[in-house]
């Protein structure tokens, strides 16, 4: 298997994955940045793509986390639930074979 089959061969998988990777890592990075930026900084690029890329994350989260809950606190909390539903999908995947196969990447 080529490198390029096993990327065209599986693009659900890698769509998926990196898809919600992307969202991750970038509530981790809105959390971090929140300690330097004060919130709703218009003008700062990495602020706006941060809240571009999490905010249905956060609004998905906050209808199941307690209402005690800081705001402040909501970027990791979706990103623990993002990590596992992650986890979920690759194991769906891998059940239906939708995961290139381990050794095959080269």
């Known amino acids: ?5 096993f990327f065209l061969n599986y693009p659900v998988f890698w769509i998926v ?7 991750i890592w970038s509530c981790v990075g809105r959390f971090l940045l929140a300690f330097f930026v004060p919130s709703m900084q218009p003008t700062n690029y990495i602020w706006r793509a941060f809240v571009a890329l999490t905010e249905w994350a956060l ?6 986390t307690p209402s005690f809950v800081r705001p402040f606190m ?10 596992h539903i992650r986890v979920v999908a ?5 059940r239906w074979g939708l995961v290139p196969p381990i050794g095959a990447g080269g």
């Open 1 to 5: 298997m080529t490198d390029s089959q």
């Open 17 to 23: 994955n990196y898809g919600l990777a992307i969202v």
């Open 59 to 64: 609004i998905a989260v906050r209808y199941i």
């Open 74 to 83: 909501l970027p990791p909390i979706a990103a623990f639930w993002l990590f």
């Open 90 to 94: 690759f194991l769906v995947m891998w």
